[in-house]
Structure formats: structure tokens, C-alpha cells
């Protein structure tokens, strides 16, 4: 195939993405509070050296209590920043790979055990747990432990800490922010009319349930410096009558493109255990199609995206502008070079590797920039 769109440049903002790709963000459950460890390094460090345009830094908390789980990562001091400081240092001083983060609240679906532990919630009055916030006391299953309803001035602290990590983000040199609105996670509660039950200006009418989200993504725009994208990820659906659905996360993706978002990320799910989801490849697309019909700035499209032809159908029938992958780049970390192989196209990789190439696939590496200190 000659001149393959996954290949294809793309501008985000001023940040200049070699390809595509974009590695979509994994929380790894392997922090200690909330400061990156040596896990990360090896994590992101292995992804950064995978040929994808951008890597996402996982969910990473605002405030402790808007952790998924004890030991998520999270950015409100400078402990936590210095752990996180500490891992990008390495990172970059090896690969050249554009790196973002997405900050999150986990609302109510905070306070639980780690996945590999069973994932349940763990009740305030357990060792490792808090209680958790929402936009209104709704537990996310019926016998969970209900969060407290955010009263009005709960919400600006909670904005503004959304803020404040992202003055941090900046100072550790992110070239991007992604807002977590996706997932049933807070921004997500205060979206859908499921879980926000308000009576202020803060719940009911999609105006009000999109205000809080708004507030957020103004506060996180204003901080972080101009000329570097913020985008914000979003639920597409609920997956459940009478929920958000993509009609309303076109109007979102409408008004926060007007705001300066710089691209809108189509995920969906997560805030209702009620949901039912038509599993399997692409299906998720249809959504990113109607916000990418609707909106100009560019759309990321994710979900069971596993095979290269199918990506570059995506891209290429202009469904989506790029593809983010998860579970395929950790069970195929050079997934973007095999990408590349298949398609014809090339991809950046560490000079140390150059020697893999295929005998096939001669001009398939291509180095990247030299590594940006010594060690
Ligand atoms: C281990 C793991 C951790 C994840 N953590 C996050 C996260 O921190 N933030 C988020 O928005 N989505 C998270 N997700 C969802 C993925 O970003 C992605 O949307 C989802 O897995 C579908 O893409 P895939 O089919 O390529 O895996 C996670 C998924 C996995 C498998």
C-alpha cells in the first residue's frame, strides 16, 4: 500500500504527531501515594520506544480522594510530582516520543481495590479506602457505600485542582492534557442524567449537566501554556435509555471545541452497570464519526482496534483523525512498527534497535532524534 493514512503527520494544537497512533491511557495501579515508582519507568519507558505518535500518561488523580484506587497515581504535591518528574526524566532521556497525561476525578466510582485484588469498593471505614464524591449520593451499584453529594462550594476546589495539576504538567514539560470525562468517572457523573440528580444549575437541563465539565476544561485551558493542546475524553454513550448519548456528546464536543479544546477523544460506557454494549471490533467508531462529522478539530477513535488494516480504514475513511490503542500495545508493545511494516510505511525507533530490521523491510527504521541528555 503506498502512503498509508495511519502514516500521515497530524498538527494537534502546535504539537506535531509523527503518525496516528496515540497510545491511549492505562492506569497501572502501582503507585504509592499517588507518587510514580519504578513500575512506570519501566512502563512508559517500554511504550515510549513503540514508533506511536503520542503516549498517554495513565488517569492520574487531581486530589487524593479522586483516586480509583490506593494506588493510583495522582499530581497534587510536589512529592507527586517529583515521583513523576523522576520517571519522565528517564524516559526522555532515551526517547523523543511526545508525552500527555490525562487528569482525572473518579467521583464515585473512587475507593476501591486494585483490579487484580477483585476491584471492589472499599467502604470509608476500611484502612485503604475514603469516602467518595458525586455530583449526587448515588452509589454506582446499589449496595455500594454511597458518595456525598458535592454542595456547591465543594465544586471550585475541585475545579481548581484540575488547575493546579495541570500548572504542574506544565512545569514537567507534558506536551499535552487530556481531561477524563469518560467512563462514569466525575466528569462523566455530572454529564449524564443518571447519576446527577441536582435541582441547582448544576443538574438537569444538558446546559447545567455540561456546566461543571465546562468549568473544568476553561480552568485546565487557561493555565496550560497556549500553544500545547488540551483535549478532553468523553463517554460517547451511556449504553443505557434515558442516559448520555451521542446526540448530547456532540453538543459537548461542539461547545468545548468553541472553548479551545484541541481534540475530542470517543470512548464510551463506564457509568452504568446497567449498560449494554455491542462488543467487538470498532464499535465505538460509529461515535467518533458522529462527533467527527460535527466537529473540525481533530477526533480519536479507540476500542478493540487490533488490526493494521483496520486502523488504516479508520483513518483512512476519514471516521476518525487518529486511533488510540490500550490492550494491543501491551500485548504488542511495537505494534506501530508492525504497522508499518504491513502498510509500507516507516517508524521511528531507537538508533540500539535499527539492527532488528527485517531483511524485508529494510528502510523501515528510521532513528529518532537523538535522546535529549546523556546518561
Ligand atoms: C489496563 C488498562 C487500564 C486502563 N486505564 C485507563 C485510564 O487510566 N483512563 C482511561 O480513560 N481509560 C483507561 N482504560 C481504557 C483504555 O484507555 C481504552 O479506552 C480501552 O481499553 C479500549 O481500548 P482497547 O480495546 O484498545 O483496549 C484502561 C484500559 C486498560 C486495559
Redesign the pocket.
Known sequence: MSDPRLFQPLRLGNLDLANRIVI?????YSAIDGCMTDWHLIHLGHLALSGAALLTI??TAVVPEGRISHADVGLWDDYTEAAMGRVLESVRRWSDIPIGI?L?HAGRKASTEVPWLGGAQLPPSHAQGWQTVAPSAVAFLPDQHPPSALARDELAPIRDAFAAAAVRVARLGLEAVQI?A??GYLLHQFLSPLSNHRDDDYGGSLENRMRFPLEVFDAVRAVFPAERPVTV?VSGTDWVGGGWDVVQTVALSLELERRGCAAIHV?SGGLSADQKIPIGPNYQIPLARAVKQAVSIPVVG?????DFDQAEAIVGTGDADLI???????YDPRWPWHAAAHLGAQVRAPAQYLRSQPHQHRDLLVPMAASRGSN
Do not use: D, F, N, Y
Not at 479507540?302 to 487490533?306: A, D, K, Q, R
Not at 488510540?324 to 501491551?330: E, H, K, S, T, V
Open positions: 491511549a491511557p492505562m492506569c497501572q495513565e488517569a490525562q482525572a477524563h469518560a467512563h475524553r470512548s479507540v476500542g478493540l482496534i487490533t488510540a490503542l490500550a490492550r494491543g500495545m501491551l
